[in-house]
């Protein structure tokens, strides 16, 4: 448990740095510490917790409901706010530095969190981007919280950033987050960014799934920032 959640951890021998990892929308803590081979093998801590409304906690919002896109922000907004204490718990409690990485919603969120301050080592954005998806004809926003992350998204804040270094990992046949999403993330970032900090890896054929290669290029930029 780590800030009153349950967390799924996998530790090594020898830990050197903690890797908070956030999944997405339908997924959960395991599915996405799945999705992360050899990072325990090179030295990461790897703490994942489940969204609000996922895993252990419930049901997820459903594509049937009238307010999905809506509700889908909401457990957004919360889980940003609940891995902000797993973080900060988790760096008090093993002293080691700490790296942010998130899987398509869980992408999303890491932007949030750089956006709104939280300054990890390093960050990996798999299969998203720092813009909401688009609101589906007919739904309307009624939280204002999610009308303004639609007003002023995560990555029109690129100031806030920090400098953090980020990488963002993305298939040319995402049909979920379609790259064009993330191009336009990186775009809206780089006149905010210092020189070898931001940066993009496009893997060629992928769908929208954490590839094994993904995998690989991302804890290779995490290393780097050790």
Avoid: C
């Amino acid at each position: 448990m780590l800030a009153g959640l349950p967390v799924l951890a996998q530790i090594p021998e020898n830990p050197r740095a903690i890797l908070l990892a956030l999944h997405g929308l339908q997924g959960s803590k395991e599915h996405i510490l799945s999705l992360l081979p050899g990072f325990k093998e090179a030295g990461f801590l790897l703490l994942a917790p489940d969204a609000p409304r996922h895993g252990e906690r419930g049901t997820p919002p459903s594509a049937k409901s009238g307010r999905y896109v809506e509700e889908v922000y909401q457990v957004a907004l919360a889980f940003a706010e609940e891995a902000w204490r797993v973080a900060e718990e988790a760096r008090a409690r093993y002293g080691l530095p700490l790296f942010l990485a998130g899987g398509s919603l869980g992408a999303f969120v890491v932007h949030l969190l750089l956006s709104r301050g939280f300054r990890p080592r390093g960050a990996l954005a798999f299969i998203g981007s720092g813009f909401p998806m688009k609101l589906p004809q007919g739904q309307s926003l009624q939280d204002p919280q999610v009308a303004a992350l639609y007003q002023a998204p995560p990555a029109t804040r690129g100031e806030a950033y920090g400098g953090v270094p980020l990488l963002h990992l993305h298939g040319t046949r995402d049909l979920i987050v379609p790259l064009e999403r993330m191009e336009k993330t990186v775009a809206a970032l780089r006149p905010h960014y210092p020189e070898g900090r931001l940066a993009r890896f496009v893997e060629e054929g992928a769908g929208h799934i954490i590839t094994p290669l993904m995998a690989r290029v991302g804890r290779a930029f995490l290393e780097a920032w050790l």
